[in-house]
């Protein structure tokens, strides 16, 4: 086999997305410059640079090697033709036929739509109808051109779990004054 010095999958030196991403991209624009220099090509035989890359690429030698062998063939066929040729190259993360989940439909007055059309037709932005349904809000409020805030009823830097006038919170426990002891504390005594 011409690819003897494969790395294993998920080899040490795979360190971050980024690094793999910087790899790929050596791949990239070796194979692009392999399509207009025929002495290119010969990076991508069996040795030891290109394993090497591959692997840091993360990438399968011989699967690099075939494909680049083909863009190099359809390349030369294409120029033989008089059409021009070029590496369509994806986005990361975005895979060709790859089924992503369909648009969660909102229904509302008898339609049924995805938050992108909602928010065409409203006006509104989608995240601010996704954040006003984050708050509580329904949908039907959430899309209303006519939306109030709920005004704030708490004090600014209180918190508390329970509605107003409900008590302390402090439940059977409660002290008319402050009588607290912290056991880490031993030297300190209570007045």
Known sequence: ???EHQAKPGAAHMKHASERELWVAVILQATQDGLHDKQARDWFLPSRDFIQVCNLAGLD????AERAADAFRRYDQAEADGVKFEIAVRAPGRRRGVATRPAVQYEHD?????LSEWSRLTGIKAETIRTRMSFGRSFAEAIDPNYKRKPKTSTPG???NL?????TGGGSVAQDRAEIEFSANPEKVLP
Not at 61 to 64: F, G, I, L, S, T
Not at 163 to 167: D, S
């Open 61 to 64: 030698p011989e699967a690099v």
């Open 163 to 167: 509605a107003r006038g409900q008590g």
């Open 110 to 114: 008898g339609k049924s739509l995805p």
């Open 1 to 3: 086999m011409p690819f």
């Open 158 to 160: 209180v918190v508390a």
